[in-house]
């Protein structure tokens, strides 16, 4: 790796430069290609395969963190190293100059024979491990939203064909009401010619016949 590259094109460009030139975290989007990586002819970013097996779904947002360096192959032992890394120079003053700070972390895992180049790799394995986490759940993620889109307008079309139905159902009662009261009207002519009281004792005798409803 070029010696001037800075922490932004390090590690697949997972690290934010800021102004100064120190590396700080962000949120970014974990689908758009980092700027040292090269696209695919069809635009897409080559998606590096950083997991030894399925790694633990994220249940309500919480990351399984040991089960995700586990699913990427990372020795257990290794990752407590960076652990104890990071909790010895958390214990230094804060006021404590850079510079001080490393000779003491490096002083220290020195004595303990501890290896650097251990730690720094293990340390980027578990970032491509979170960084390869966030790609293969944003992939999952930007599926399960198209998918659920298509259905969406899938349901949506059949919803409007529902109502277009109901609607078309509705205007055809209509016509049948006002076309099956026009039709009484004209049979009730007859009737009417007869006289009501006639029409009444026909009915009343009838056996095919019901006597209106009546009402209160």
């Known amino acids: 790796m070029s010696e001037k590259k800075g922490w932004g094109t390090t ?13 700080e ?28 097996k399925e790694p633990p779904a994220a249940s309500g947002g919480k990351v399984d963190f040991d089960g995700v360096f586990d699913a990427a192959g990372i020795d257990a032992e290794e990752r407590e190293r960076v652990s104890k890394a990071m909790e010895l120079l958390r214990s230094l003053p804060a006021g404590t100059d850079a510079t001080v700070k490393k000779q003491i972390v490096e002083a220290s895992l020195k004595a303990f024979n501890v290896p650097i ?6 340390g980027v394995e578990q970032i491509q491990a979170l960084e390869g986490y966030i790609r293969t759940g944003a992939a999952d993620t930007k599926t399960l939203t198209e998918e659920s889109e298509v259905r969406i307008r899938q349901y949506e079309d059949e919803v ?43 009915v009343k005798e009838s056996p095919k016949l019901h006597e209106p409803a009546k009402t209160v």
């Open 117 to 122: 180049e251990k730690i720094i790799e293990t």
């Open 160 to 202: 409007r064909q529902i109502r277009m139905v109901m609607q078309e159902r509705v205007t055809e009662q209509q016509s049948v009401i006002k076309s099956c009261n026009q039709k009484k009207l004209e049979v009730q002519q007859i009737l009417e010619f007869f006289g009501q009281d006639r029409v009444a004792q026909v």
């Open 11 to 23: 590690v697949l460009g997972w690290f934010i430069v800021n102004e100064s030139g120190g590396a």
């Open 25 to 52: 975290s962000a949120t970014h989007d974990p689908l758009a290609p980092p700027a040292d990586e090269p696209e695919q002819a069809d635009g897409s970013q080559p998606a590096p395969v950083f997991f030894q």
